[in-house]
């Protein structure tokens, strides 16, 4: 699931969500990312138990494809298409 750094609706804080997921245990194994440019909420992220996430400014990078793919347990990724 990706979650943006402050939600759209409310501005609330998108790291509480990644926090209250991972204290109910029937969304503990869902892979959660941050979306997010700065180093630091990606580091809380990660260390509240989501996985390496990425900055908006990233979005069409092929490397954030794969990183996708590999978090949703894809095999293959065409990144031409």
Known sequence: MLVNR????DG???????????????LSGM???????????QNQAVAAGARPGF?????GDPDVVLQLAATLGVNRCDTNQ
């Open 12 to 26: 609330s804080d998108g790291m509480d969500v990644i926090r209250s997921a991972f204290a109910c245990d029937n």
């Open 31 to 41: 892979p959660f990312m941050l979306v997010f440019n700065y180093d630091d909420a």
């Open 55 to 59: 900055g908006k400014a990233e979005l």
């Open 6 to 9: 402050k939600l759209d609706v």
